[in-house]
């Protein structure tokens, strides 16, 4: 399973961005998705996550701001990001996970200006 994604890109604060990641392979519907993202010096951490039957969760920092949602005829999943913070200053990166199994994309970087 390969993973694209792209719709990073700077954004002054209270802006919004769409990130998409498009997977190869026939197999995304089964497959749970996520978002990460990891800050300059800082770990990476989970932002949000939809499961193979479009149950979605979300790290309290984005709940009411991003969305994640998936379109299994395009193999792609998205994030939609709105009210962006320069504190969601990032590398995003998408994941592809199924039991103990998982693929990552390369990231895309998100700036948020001041």
């Known amino acids: 399973v390969q993973l694209q994604a792209s719709g990073g890109g700077l954004v002054q604060a209270g802006g919004s961005l769409r990130l998409s990641c498009a997977t190869s392979?026939?197999?995304?519907?089964?497959?749970?998705m996520s978002w990460y993202r990891q800050a300059p010096g800082k770990q990476r951490n989970l932002v949000a996550l939809?499961?193979?039957?479009?149950?979605?969760s979300y790290a309290d920092s984005v709940k009411g701001r991003f969305t994640i949602s998936r379109d299994n005829a395009k193999n792609t999943v998205y994030l939609q990001m709105n009210s962006l913070k320069p504190e969601d200053t990032a590398v995003y990166y998408c994941?592809?996970?199924?039991?103990?199994?998982?693929?990552w994309g390369q990231g895309t970087l998100v700036t948020v200006s001041s």
């Open positions: 994941n592809a996970w199924r039991g103990v199994t998982d693929y």
């Open positions: 392979g026939n197999i995304f519907s089964i497959y749970g």
């Open positions: 939809i499961t193979s039957d479009g149950s979605t």
